[in-house]
Nanobody, 120 residues
Framework: QVQLVESGGGLVHAEGSLRLSCVASGSIISINSMGWYRQAPEKERELVADISRGGITNYLDSVRGRFTISRDNAKKTLYLQMNSLQHEDTAVYYC??????????????WGQGTQVTVSS
């Protein structure tokens, strides 16, 4: 009933930039918190940044000052602007959103992931 579709990943040189987007669709009444997670090979998935419906943000220490999370509630879209990318940022990036769907209630939804590769 809810789909999250990420885009914007790719291959970039160190110190380069990428902008990820995540569009939510389906029978969504409201979206509460949204966030970006990442998972590198042989590592656990970690929270990169999240943002409340009201715009309060939270960042992983290693990306603070380099990444910026934002959202457009009207477009049901989440963004992650990533600057000064480092090799250590290489991972699959996932979008997550806590949605309220009629007849279902609150649920956490995940996108399929988008690969970000930073060459050193």
């Amino acid at each position: 009933q809810v789909q999250l579709v990420e885009s914007g990943g790719g291959l970039v040189h160190a110190e380069g930039s990428l902008r990820l987007s995540c569009v939510a669709s389906g029978s969504i009444i409201s979206i509460n918190s949204m966030g970006w997670y990442r998972q590198a090979p042989e590592k656990e998935r970690e929270l990169v940044a999240d943002i409340s419906r009201g715009g309060i943000t939270n960042y992983l220490d290693s990306v603070r000052g380099r990444f910026t999370i934002s959202r457009d509630n009207a477009k049901k879209t989440l963004y992650l602007q990533m600057n000064s990318l480092q090799h250590e940022d290489t991972a699959v990036y996932y979008c997550a959103a806590t949605t309220f769907v009629k007849g279902v209630g609150h649920n956490v939804n995940w996108g399929q992931g988008t690969q970000v590769t930073v060459s050193s």
